[in-house]
């Protein structure tokens, strides 16, 4: 019999892949959503199986009032809105839900003892000096900017994990995302990969910000979410933190490239000024989840893109 397993931010792009794979494995889900961001589409297909379940409700309220069963062994907090456009729209609130929706999250995982994963994000890097970025570095981050809401949110979250760890014995383990597409991306989030896609599909401009020279290394969302669920299950008494993503390393320019061909469209490339603190390289050293997870990326950019793509045809 399976796990009984919580899962917050369940609706979203990459928290229903995981809803899909926990259902996949036996376990009994509950996915906790406020619907901000995630979307009932994502989790329709799933209404009608007995171990699914869907409760409506904001992370950074109290967990005592949250109608969640009394019997959680494992929880996956993914709650949180992960792309500018939606975390800068309501900084304070996703300043509340990094942290309070941790401090809920790991309450309850005291309560029930509860293993608990928290999803957190290369963005800890913030612009990051090193690169490959390695889990011992302790990033570049402005604490004023505007992406410092998502960013100091992420980093206060992981402190409040390691501390709970060290001061109760809570089971944790911290994950650092790197950037992640794939089926089920909001089309409107303003991420690169969904940036490109639609303005390709629609034919306009192919918006680039900077030179398009900054990097960025995209992981597919089945090999991301195959590691959360083996980190979840890694051996007692590894936290993390654990990059995961996909060290393969791309411009700007080049990803643009690649759209425009997979696409077939004949959109132009338009260049804007690079918003305020916005990295300029990104790239996972990914030793450790090698080493402790023998995991590794296997799907290749191209391949990704065209099932990637091919999903937003559709819903155009």
């Given at each position: ?20 794979h ?15 961001t ?49 975390y ?23 309560r ?10 290369s ?13 011992s ?24 994990f ?22 089920r991306?909001?089309?409107?989030d ?31 969302v ?14 007692e ?7 995961i ?22 959109s132009?490339l338009?260049f ?40 937003f045809?559709?819903?155009?």
């Amino acid at each position: 019999m399976g796990a009984n397993v919580l899962v917050t931010g369940g609706a979203g792009f990459l928290g229903s892949h995981l809803c899909d794979h926990l259902l996949k494995e036996g376990a009994s889900v509950v996915c906790l959503d406020n619907f901000m961001t995630g979307q009932e589409a994502n989790i329709a297909h799933m209404q009608n199986n007995p171990a699914f379940s869907v409760v409506q409700r904001d992370v950074a309220d109290s967990v005592d009032q949250s109608p969640i069963p009394s019997i959680i062994e494992e929880i996956y907090n993914l709650a949180c809105p992960a792309s500018p456009v939606h975390y800068q729209e309501n900084p304070v609130h996703t300043l509340q839900t990094s942290v309070w929706g941790a401090f809920n999250m790991l309450e309850l995982a005291r309560r029930t003892d509860a293993k608990i994963l928290q999803a957190s994000t290369s963005e800890v890097y913030g612009d990051a000096l090193l690169s490959p970025q390695t889990e011992s570095y302790h990033g570049n981050v402005n604490p004023i900017g505007i992406r410092a809401c998502y960013d100091e949110g992420k980093r206060a979250a992981e402190t409040l994990f390691f501390d709970y760890h060290r001061l109760y014995e809570t089971r944790i383990k911290v994950v650092r995302i790197f950037n992640t597409y794939g089926p089920r991306m909001h089309p409107a989030d303003g991420r690169v990969v969904s940036n490109f896609i639609m303005q390709a599909l629609r034919g306009e401009d192919i918006t680039i910000y900077g030179d398009g020279r900054q990097t960025r290394s995209f992981c597919y969302v089945d090999d991301l979410i195959e590691v959360i669920y083996r980190m979840m299950h890694s051996r007692e008494g590894f936290t993390g933190p654990v990059n995961i993503g996909n060290p393969g390393e791309f411009t700007m320019l080049e990803l643009a490239e690649r759209v425009l061909s997979l696409t077939g469209s004949r959109s132009k490339l338009v260049f804007k000024p690079l918003p305020q603190d916005d990295p300029k390289q990104r790239k996972p050293d990914i030793g450790r989840a090698k080493t402790e997870l023998g995991w590794e990326p296997k799907v290749p950019l191209d391949e990704g893109l065209t099932m990637t793509i091919d999903w937003f045809k559709r819903g155009l």
